[in-house]
Each structure stands twice: as C-alpha cells, then as structure tokens.
C-alpha cells in the first residue's frame, strides 16, 4: 500500500505567527485578529489584541480558510471569480467561503502549506500584517512561477 506524505504549518510556526502579527498590530495600534489555519483549513493557532471588535474573530478564520483551501488570496479569489456572475453567486453562498481582504495562502516552495487571515484593522492594514508576518518566516503568499 502506497502512502501519502501531507505537507503542512505546523503548531509550532503557526503560534509564532499569529504572535508576530500581533506584535506588528500593536506596534501600529491596530485591533485585529490573526488566524493560521492548515491547508484544509483547520484551525491551527488564534491570537488577537485585546480590544479587538467581535465580528473580526470569525472574520478572520473565514479569510484564512478561504485562502488555504483555494491557494489564493481572498482578493485574488475574488478578482478571478468576479466577473463569471454565475460562479460568484455559487461562490457567495458557500459557508466560510469570505472575500474581504486580508486572507492570505501560506506557500512553502510551491506548496500550500495552510493560509491567514488577519482580521480587524482596514482592509490595506489586514493584508499588509499578514503579507509581512508570512514572509518574516521565510515563506511566501504565492506559488513561485
């Protein structure tokens, strides 16, 4: 029988992340949540700043679910569903799936190893933490070309 090797964040660097984004968001005075998820979106570390707004919590789950399970930004899923009105009416009534900005896939080599989503501050400010936050541990938000 053939096994199958899985390939994801583990706890380990996900806690790291989600610290840092934190600290980032502190440092800037921004109330937001930071989720990193596995590449099925499970659930793998959550932190948040102490005041931030309740709806950014989920928020912030959906976006990193949403960019692990398609390996693409939420923006980018967006833009590339967008203009197929039938498919973006399938896509916005699908559960957990969330196209605000800030979720973001996590890409070791040309592997998607999970996805974030920062949650909480305005839409440039969530994207930039999370973009920052996955390349300060070396991995990147896109499958290299």
Request: with cysteine.
């Amino acid at each position: 029988m053939k096994s199958i090797a899985r390939h994801e964040i583990d706890s380990a660097l996900a806690y790291q992340m989600v610290g840092h984004a934190i600290e980032l968001a502190r440092q800037q005075q921004l109330e937001v949540c930071a989720v990193v998820c596995d590449p099925r979106g499970h659930l793998v570390a959550l932190a948040r700043t102490d005041n931030v707004m309740a709806p950014a919590i989920q928020f912030a789950i959906d976006k990193a679910w949403t960019s692990a399970n398609f390996s693409i930004s939420t923006v980018g899923l967006y833009e590339r569903i967008a203009p197929k009105p039938p498919v973006a009416l399938g896509f916005a009534n699908r559960e957990r799936v969330l196209f605000f900005p800030g979720g973001l896939p996590i890409f070791e080599g040309d592997v998607c190893i999970g996805g974030m989503g920062v949650s909480g501050a305005k839409d440039q400010e969530d994207i930039d933490l999370a973009t920052a936050t996955i390349e300060k541990f070396g991995l990147s938000v896109e499958k290299p070309a």
